[in-house]
């Protein structure tokens, strides 16, 4: 949603205006104000109202992590059996 928002902005400027256009957005300041407006967002939409769906976030963020933390590990197990034929 923000992406889109972003590419209809800089639809409407030329290429030398875009630095100008962007540069601001990279600021600290700008993404720690966009952050807190995020979590924000959040805290009215899931905490607020009473939801499940905070638990299920925390569930399977929480198991993607572990998958990708594992996964070189993993890779390098496939690697070591197929070259030795096993």
Same mark, same amino acid.
Request: aromatic share 12%; with cysteine; hydrophobic share 40%.
């Given at each position: @949603?923000?992406?889109?928002?972003?590419?209809?902005?800089?639809?409407?400027?030329?290429? *030398?205006?875009?630095?100008? *256009?962007?540069?601001?957005?990279?600021?600290?300041?700008?993404? *720690?104000?966009?952050? /807190? *407006?995020?979590?924000?967002?959040?805290? /009215?939409?899931?905490?607020?109202?009473?939801?499940? @769906?905070?638990?299920?976030?925390?569930?399977?963020?929480? @198991? /993607?992590?572990?998958?990708?933390? /594992?996964?070189?590990?993993?890779?390098?197990?496939?690697?070591?059996?197929?070259?030795?034929?096993?």
């Amino acid at each position: @949603m923000a992406l889109r928002r972003f590419i209809n902005e800089l639809r409407g400027v030329t290429v *030398k205006e875009v630095p100008d *256009k962007v540069k601001p957005m990279l600021s600290f300041s700008y993404l *720690k104000e966009s952050f /807190a *407006k995020g979590i924000d967002s959040y805290h /009215a939409k899931y905490i607020e109202t009473d939801s499940i @769906m905070p638990l299920y976030h925390v569930c399977f963020g929480g @198991m /993607a992590f572990s998958y990708l933390v /594992a996964l070189p590990e993993e890779r390098r197990h496939l690697e070591h059996a197929q070259k030795h034929g096993h």
